[in-house]
């Protein structure tokens, strides 16, 4: 239905407008049900090569030799890229966005285990491995640091040897060649006093440990200089391709406008996709080099070892709190393993995210954060992993101590949180950390929770299974899980957030064709998020055009507007909110032609659904098909011709979803399994767009938070081996584990947001890390357990079972 | 390296064709035969994106020699519809049902799902999670796979995938 002017009733119009708020079916998926994506291997171009990367064995080493004969001897080699080629060209190191420099080639040391060493370009990607297994390199050992707690020792090596004379950082001053920054937020002497005073205090070490987003696609890219036309082409897996056109331009010395980046479809990022890795750079280098285009894709072992790591946050936590449970002050500590290059993906004058967040949904008088960033001979990253900038690792912080809090209390862990929410009427409420919280009903979203699941009943339940087990009738404990997190998305205002000093905005032009179809495309990029389809729906709302009508497009950095990409749930609140105003543009240039048209003063008209109609003769009216097709023949004189809009969106705010989320788990104390019975999630992410992809981002959400939770680890043995990079070792739930979820919701607009929308596809994951945690700490709670840490296996909860006692009962 | 010729069947359509022994199957579909519906996610034979229907059975062409291929009857995502002709039930089920978002293991997902209703025409609810436990999920949550099989398990043309 392309014409939806002849349906009478305007209800029934609206209805085939598929606008804000309808579980429309999405786009994306004609192509992707019949193998028909464009992912950037399916990118294939005459003549291409293939790249492939020599990897140090070591976490910590000095190379003394590469011998390139030994690789350019296998057939089908054509080149070998070291350190020492890049030199010349000063692109051995190459900005990170956190106000560092990573080695693009391991330059005289490696400093993590599968670090960069050499790449090898070859006709096809077999002769590349070859080619990358035969490169003889002489190594001499260093004494490794893995340990974050020991990077600041005095005797500890120093890992930054280029950098080993900086006295002050992008964030301030180092105290020592292994320390990145210490950063601090807070009214730190109001905190203490709070704490010397209060009735009640606890302090709790809280690891939060190293994960890895890993999407099932891996990262890659091919890269074209093209030899006649000095253009370079460079598609990959990029979440925020505008960005890495800039960064290539400023690394590489390319003029900008002779870079076009093009991401296409991309197979899901979780923040693994924000940064610029070596391997794109390369990629580019090597087609220089060779004057063909060259492909560069990852393995699983290289994306889970080297790319973006998540979290690694070693935390301390602390409440003070009258003795009837009213929270005075929150203080966090925190030290952050960055790995041996500081590559955190974070707006650049927030070192530590947004992690000052971590005072919650709670109003909390006083507060003091502070972070300091370490290296160790790990792969650098600290990207947030489905989340805004350390959001997660916020939520968890609160949402933990808070239990042990409550455990202290003798309180209630639902009442205490409950008697310390903000309240509504105190929005827009400013943090003790510096936020301004815009919008939300957190005891009205508790309560909805709290019946859903039938809170009383379920701790009723508990305690009866708990004396079965202290009796020795049964074998299992329940844990309830509760979370109630709010979260800080869509970065940001410019006042505050930016990348590399552009600031945070987004945008969205549309461009409306004479027959009333469109193109909109957007600074923004999908990996899975369903732009192309949410998007639609909301320029449909905004300028009465059919959704099937707007073609939305992304990732084309010669075509769509600059914009900072799709990460930390921004594409809605930034991105969204540009379609909406660019769509209002559209609309007001319309209601123009339609007053010329119908020959009456354009306040005399009203909007209606798909048109403008003359207030009070609702049969006097021009649809917007017929205004696109007058913006091409007949417009107001003086008015230029054409319907297009463009809008650069600068919020003036921050959105601040929320949600109450509850666990219920048995868990078998002989065994340490641990059964999910129920995951109940409400969320308010204000406006729904619509409502289907909305509930599978939270399923997907879920999903990862329970990996997080329940499994997922990069763990290091001594000499800096990484221990499990490939899905033999890393968590990755199949339909077997995965828990089934419920959803819900309420329904708070953000008062700031064009159309009040907020986001939600990190919600999930932020609320739902700490929600299964906390089950399990609960099932301990009255055992003898305090805390402990992640990942909750099988064999870890066994473990804190057995040395709680509980297994000779 | 010396090569070999293999023929292969894939969506019905011959090909005899020139591979190095150690060459993936994967990799010969996705680029001597350019069908790049099936994916490659981990190497090691646990993701399940590089699902194609080898000779009857769900196969993980990552883990398969074009060489042991050798006269094979393939299928692949691109040959789960006829060509012009109305998609399969699985393929509308998925999108009825938001069974998928970043798209990437959506090919192995419908034809391991593909085989499965095959061995199984009507499962249950945990049928279906052991039976696509091979392939994994980044995005889903599996819920609204596990919806889109068994509303397509109903679906009347479920048997009629494109005849080879």
Redesign the interface.
């Known amino acids: 239905m392309n014409d939806i002017a002849t349906i009478p009733s305007p209800a029934d119009r609206a209805e085939k407008l598929e606008g804000i708020g309808c579980k429309r079916?999405?786009v994306?998926?004609?192509?992707?049900?019949?193998?028909?994506?464009?992912?950037v291997?399916?990118v294939?171009l005459p003549g291409m090569l293939f790249g492939d990367f020599a990897r140090s064995p070591y976490a910590h080493a000095r190379i003394k030799q590469i011998n390139k004969a030994s690789a350019l001897n296998v057939?089908g080699v054509l080149a070998v890229i070291t350190a020492e080629d890049l030199i010349p060209l000063n692109l051995h190191y190459m900005p990170t966005l956190a106000g560092d420099v990573q080695a693009v080639l391991a330059h005289e040391k490696v400093l993590f285990q599968n670090q960069e060493v050499a790449f090898i370009v070859a006709r096809d990607?077999?002769a590349a491995a070859d080619g990358a297994d035969a490169l003889e390199v002489e190594y001499e050992e260093l004494t490794p640091l893995i340990d974050p707690h020991k990077s600041l020792y005095a005797d500890a090596p120093v890992l930054r040897e280029d950098i080993q004379e900086k006295t002050v950082g992008a964030h301030g001053p180092r105290e020592h060649p292994n320390h990145i920054f210490t950063w601090s937020v807070g009214d730190e002497a109001a905190t203490e006093a709070a704490f010397q005073s209060a009735d009640v205090v606890v302090k709790e070490y809280i690891a939060h440990p190293r994960v890895h987003p890993?999407?099932?696609?891996?990262c890659g890219s091919v890269a074209h200089m093209d030899p006649v036309t000095k253009q370079l082409t460079l598609w990959g897996t990029f979440q925020a391709p505008h960005v890495v056109r800039t960064v290539a331009a400023l690394i590489t010395g390319i003029p900008e406008h002779k870079i076009r980046v093009i991401a296409p479809?991309?197979?899901?990022g979780?923040g693994n996709k924000v940064g610029v890795y070596p391997g794109y750079v390369l990629s580019i280098v090597a087609s220089i080099v060779t004057g063909k285009p060259v492909k560069w894709?990852e393995?699983?072992?290289e994306n889970l070892s080297t790319t973006a790591f998540a979290r690694d946050y070693h935390i301390t936590a602390e409440l003070a709190a009258t003795k009837d449970g009213k929270i005075l002050a929150l203080r966090s500590n925190v030290l952050a393993d960055h790995g041996a290059f500081d590559a955190c993906a974070d707006p650049s004058k927030y070192p530590a995210g947004f992690y000052h967040i971590c005072t919650g949904a709670y109003d909390i008088a006083a507060a003091f954060v502070s972070v300091k960033g370490v290296y160790t001979n790990k792969a650098a990253g600290g990207v947030s992993y489905r989340c805004s900038f350390r959001v997660t690792e916020a939520a968890y912080t609160i949402e933990r101590i808070i239990e042990v809090l409550a455990l202290k209390l003798g309180m209630d862990a639902g009442e205490l949180r409950l008697k310390n929410f903000i309240k509504p009427e105190q929005f827009p409420y400013k943090s003790a950390t510096g936020w301004e919280y815009d919008s939300g009903d957190y005891p009205t979203a508790m309560a909805k929770a709290m019946q859903a699941v039938d809170y009383d009943g379920l701790r009723v339940r508990q305690a009866q299974m708990l004396e079965e087990f202290k009796a020795g009738r049964s074998r299992e404990v329940l844990g309830i899980g509760i979370s109630f997190f709010t979260e800080i998305v869509g970065a940001g205002p410019s006042k505050n957030c930016d990348i590399l000093g552009i600031g945070m905005f987004d945008s969205c032009e549309i461009r409306v064709h004479p027959t009333g179809a469109a193109i909109a495309r957007l600074g923004t990029k999908s990996?899975?998020?369903?732009h192309e389809t949410t998007y639609a729906q909301i320029l449909a709302s905004e300028t009465g055009l059919p959704a099937d009508m707007i073609t939305i497009e992304e990732g084309d950095t010669d075509t769509a507007p600059y914009g900072l990409g799709t990460y930390g749930s921004r594409s809605t609140p930034v991105a969204g909110a540009a379609c909406a105003r660019a769509g209002r543009k559209i609309r007001h240039k319309a209601q123009l032609i339609a007053s010329h048209l119908l020959e009456v003063h354009h306040d005399d008209l009203e909007w209606d659904v798909d048109g403008f109609a003359v207030k009070g003769v609702p049969d006097r009216r021009k649809s917007m098909k017929e205004l696109a097709w007058a913006a091409y023949n007949n417009v107001p004189e003086g008015m230029e011709m054409g319907l297009e809009a463009v809008d650069y969106y600068d919020p003036p705010n921050f959105t601040y979803p929320y949600g109450a989320y509850f666990c219920v788990m048995r868990i078998d104390i002989d065994t340490g399994e641990a059964k999910i019975e129920r995951f109940y999630a409400l969320d308010d992410c204000g406006t729904r767009i619509n409502p289907?992809?909305i509930?599978?981002?939270v399923?997907?959400g879920?999903?990862?938070a329970f990996a997080v939770a329940m499994g997922q680890l990069i763990d290091f043995d001594e000499n800096g081996n990484v221990m499990g990079a490939?899905?033999?070792d890393f968590f990755?739930p199949?339909?077997?584990e995965?828990p089934?979820?419920e959803t819900d919701y309420t329904e708070v607009p953000s008062p700031h947001h064009p159309i009040g929308a907020k986001g939600v596809g990190e919600s999930p994951h932020v609320g739902g890390v700490p929600a299964f945690s906390n089950a399990v700490n609960d099932a301990f709670a009255k055992l003898g357990g305090v805390h402990t840490h992640m990942p909750h296996t099988a064999a870890n909860i066994w473990t804190y079972a057995r040395d709680l006692g509980l297994q000779d009962s | 390296?010396v090569k070999m010729i293999v023929s292969l069947t894939v969506n019905g359509e011959e090909h005899e064709i020139a591979v190095?022994p150690?060459?993936l199957l994967i990799?010969t579909l996705?680029?001597q035969l350019?069908?790049?519906?099936?994916?490659?996610?981990?190497?090691?034979t646990?993701?399940g994106?590089c699902t194609v229907d080898v000779n009857g059975q769900s196969v993980k062409s990552c883990t398969m020699f074009t060489a042991q291929a050798d006269g094979a009857e393939i299928r692949?995502?691109?040959g789960?519809?006829k060509p012009g002709g109305p998609?399969h039930a699985l393929?509308d089920a998925?999108?009825?049902e938001?069974g998928?978002?970043?798209?990437?293991?959506?090919?192995g997902m419908?034809m391991r799902a593909y085989r499965l209703l095959q061995e199984i025409p009507d499962p249950n609810e945990d049928q279906?999670?052991?039976g696509?436990?091979?392939?994994?999920?980044?995005?889903?949550?599996?819920?609204?796979?596990?919806k889109a099989i068994q509303s397509a398990a109903h679906a009347e043309h479920v048997a009629e995938a494109a005849e080879l």
């Not at chain 2, 998928?100 to 090919?107: D, E, K, W, Y």
């Open positions: 079916k999405r994306e998926d004609v192509r992707f049900t019949q193998g028909r994506g464009n992912y291997d399916d294939t057939p990607r077999y890993c999407p099932l696609e891996t479809d991309i197979g899901g979780f894709i393995d699983r072992m990996q899975g998020q369903g289907m992809i509930e599978g981002q399923h997907g879920l999903t990862e490939s899905l033999m990755l199949t339909a077997v995965t089934k979820w | 390296m190095e150690r060459e990799h996705r680029e350019r069908l790049t519906g099936a994916h490659i996610g981990c190497d090691t646990h993701c994106a692949t995502v691109e789960l519809a998609l393929q998925f999108r009825n938001h998928l978002q970043c798209g990437f293991c959506t090919p419908l279906i999670r052991w696509i436990s091979g392939n994994l999920c980044r995005c889903t949550g599996y819920q609204n796979i596990v």
